[in-house]
Each structure stands twice: as C-alpha cells, then as structure tokens.
C-alpha cells in the first residue's frame, strides 16, 4: 500500500511545492500548517511518516517531536530546517527524528530521507512472522548491514531499479549510523550513471536534476561526462 504523508509546513507556496514533489513520488499526502494542527490529525487519523518543518506557529517542530515521545508514538519524523538551522536538525535526531533535509529539499533528497526513515522505523518495530510482500507496498532500498538478518516485510523490496547495487545502497554506516545525504547521493549517482548507460539527459531526469547541476556534481565525484556539454549549459542553471 502507498505510504501515507502527514506534511507539516507553515508556508503555504512551500507547502504546495512539497505536496506535488510528495505525490509525484507516490505517496499519499495530507498537509497542514502547524503542531497543534498535526497532533490533532495524528490523533484521528494513521501515517506513515510525518514531513516535519521545525519552525512553525505556536507548537514548534521540536514540541511536536517532544509530545511524540511523551505519547509512545513510534511515527517516524523527516525534520525539515534550513540551511542555518543545522544544528536544530541535530537537535531534531536527538529528540527522535529518523532523517532530516534541507530546505528547499529536491526530489532525490525527499526519497532517500523518507525511504531511510521507514526503513530504520521498520528495522527498529517488533519483529512479526516472516510474510510475503504485498503487492503495491511502499518500496525501501534494503540496508547493506542487515543482510544477515530477515529484514520486515516492508523492508524487503528494492527501489525501482532492477536487482544491482543500486538496490542495496547502504543507509547506514559500519558504527549504525545514518550515512551523509551527500554520501548517499554520491552512490544514486554513480548508479544512475551505470544503470542508464551513461545517458544524461535520462539520467538527470531519473534524478530530478538539471543536466547542468548533474555535470557538476559527476565532476565533483571525479566520474567522466559522456555526453558533450551544450554551449552555455552551465550557465543556464
């Protein structure tokens, strides 16, 4: 089944923009604009993951995160903060988030904070009888160190690339540790390059880049370009 997006998010345009990403990715997605409002969705209504700015109105990021905890909720929180608000996303983990992006957060980034977040609430939930995967459930890219476990259900499906490392991308590190975002992204990269055979173009649109922010970011890997750049691509973005 589509996993279920409670969005919490005071201003309206971003809130807007991250709906359409969220969807555009396949999930099911319920917005609203404060804490006092998402405790009172969570409260009627189940999610799966709950997309969480840490600056709001009234009852902050971190007052929702501290009366999770104070409820028993084991929901998994993606923090959003900006980008002088790291340390709020330090902050954010401590309290029990499971991953956090950046504001304005890109597709590529939105998934692989949401599949690490499922993913790790999913290792970390009470082990059940071992079942078959369900038709149409949520897909999570499986973590490289729990290869010698029986990972839960909803952990077993890999992304939508066919079997090759790039559905077994590690999450987290040798110590248990949520790898970097830019780690991550290094690798969905390099896979993207491998498995759409060095294509550009298809690979900046499986990633939700432009081509010229891909160029970039294959020579800052060290990875060749093989295709020629276009005049002034660069200056384009």
């Known amino acids: 089944m589509t996993a279920r997006i409670l969005l919490v998010e005071d201003d309206f345009l971003e809130r807007s923009r991250l709906e359409s990403a969220l969807v555009h990715l396949g999930y099911e997605v319920v917005g609203v604009g404060d804490g006092d409002g998402a405790l009172a969705r969570l409260a009627s209504e189940r999610f799966d993951l709950m997309l969480l700015d840490l600056v709001l109105p009234g009852l902050d990021g971190m007052g929702v995160l501290g ?16 980008s002088a608000g790291l340390d709020a996303a330090a902050s954010a983990l401590r309290a029990g988030a499971r991953d956090f992006v950046v504001k304005p957060a890109g597709t590529l980034r939105l998934r692989v904070a949401i599949t690490n ?40 499906q890999a992304l939508e690339a066919p079997a090759s490392a790039a559905s077994h991308l590690p999450l987290l590190d040798a110590l248990g540790h949520v ?17 759409y055979g060095g294509r550009m173009s298809e690979v900046a649109r499986r990633l939700g880049m432009g081509r010229s922010t891909l160029y970039r970011k294959l020579s800052a890997l060290g990875l060749p370009v093989q295709e020629p750049i276009p005049a002034l691509a660069v200056a384009a973005e």
């Open 67 to 82: 009366a999770l905890k104070a409820r028993g909720e084991t929901l998994p929180v993606v923090a959003a903060v900006t």
């Open 117 to 156: 977040a499922l993913a790790l609430a999913a290792a970390a939930a009470p082990r059940e009888p071992a079942s078959e995967p369900q038709r149409g459930e949520v897909p999570h890219l499986r973590l490289a160190h729990d290869a010698d476990r029986t990972p839960p259900a909803a952990a077993t």
């Open 179 to 195: 790898r970097s975002l830019e780690q991550v992204e290094a690798e969905v990269i390099r896979a993207a390059v491998s498995l």
